[in-house]
């Protein structure tokens, strides 16, 4: 008689089923499995204790590990991370096995920044400006070429309340009132709502309203804004004086909730030049190549 095939494990018990082995059932208050119980041995908690844990119908978490759970809700996934003190490789990789893409929740409200000493190598690296900011907009890195753009070449410690609260910030970001302001707030309210736990985003958002000045425009959602890339802004340099910022942003993948942001400095006397000089066309002729008002580079919010 022919011996029947083992069936092949399924990603996330591969994954999972480790996990669950490293966590005593009693250290979460289930009993203790007694000495001699008949069923198979098992370490750990065993998919019966992950019912039990996460509320659910029996043989739900069974189903699970196995692939055969059809889209899982997010409150389950973000529960079975956290019984299990999964990584945040780990926790993407059972989002990206049960649902096909990367999780829409975090597993903990993101703190800090992973890995910043090299975050700072990285920004002395860069020509351009360049800075890092954890989900607050606490600074965690920061190149010199970024320092020069504050009066006295230090940079804040939150950029958010240095662009919304200050009189440096209104002065330095150039069409404040109708780019930057109207921009960060949207970023502001976006973080808030995705991350309602985090204290310090309460708290730049309850100063933000109580402005007198940056509050109106916060409470008007003018500008819906996730991010500042791709976006080009005027700014006034205090050292190389008014001009074009074009800026670049990403999230680093270790630390959800963090950002990226790259400034290309272009000063309006680098850009008047360049539009100013002569070229030669293929036959030639000299031409000078002067901007028209619409080819000029233009605000973005």
């Not at 908690?45 to 996460?54: A, E, G, N, P």
């Not at 970024?146 to 240095?162: C, E, L, S, V």
């Not at 009132?177 to 921009?183: F, G, L, N």
Request: charged share 20%.
């Amino acid at each position: 008689m022919a011996k029947k095939a083992r069936t092949r494990e399924h990603p996330l018990g591969l994954l999972l089923a480790p996990k669950r082995r490293l966590i005593r059932p009693e250290s979460l208050g289930l009993p203790k499995r007694a000495a001699g119980r008949p069923g198979p041995k098992a370490e750990g908690l065993t998919q019966s204790h992950m019912d039990i844990l996460l509320n659910r119908a029996q043989r739900t978490y069974n189903r699970f590990e196995r692939g055969q759970l059809p889209n899982p809700p997010d409150d389950f996934l973000v529960a079975v991370g956290r019984l299990l003190k999964l990584t945040p490789d780990e926790y993407t990789m059972m989002w990206l096995h049960a649902r096909g893409h990367r999780p829409t929740h975090p597993l903990e409200t993101p703190v800090g920044l992973h890995a910043p000493d090299l975050w700072q190598e990285a920004c002395d690296g860069m020509g351009h400006m360049m800075y890092v900011t954890d989900l607050a907009w606490n600074m965690y890195a920061h190149n010199t070429a970024f320092a020069d753009m504050f009066i006295g070449g230090k940079a804040p410690q939150n950029t958010a309340r240095w662009m919304l609260l200050t009189e440096e910030g209104r002065t330095t970001l150039m069409d404040w009132e109708t780019t930057w302001a109207p921009s960060l707030s949207a970023q502001l309210q976006a973080a808030l709502a995705e991350h309602p736990d985090s204290e310090e985003l309460r708290q730049i958002d309850a100063d933000v309203r109580a402005d007198p000045v940056a509050g109106p425009i916060y409470r008007s959602g003018a500008a819906p804004s996730i991010a500042p890339d791709g976006v080009v802004r005027r700014l006034r340099h205090p050292l190389h004086g008014p001009g074009v910022a074009k800026m670049v942003a990403a999230t680093p993948i270790a630390s959800p909730g963090a950002r990226m942001i790259i400034v290309i400095f272009e000063p309006e006397v680098a850009s008047a030049a360049r539009a100013t000089s002569v070229h030669v066309t293929a036959t030639g002729t000299p031409v000078r190549d002067m901007w028209s008002s619409s080819q000029r580079p233009t605000t973005v919010s």
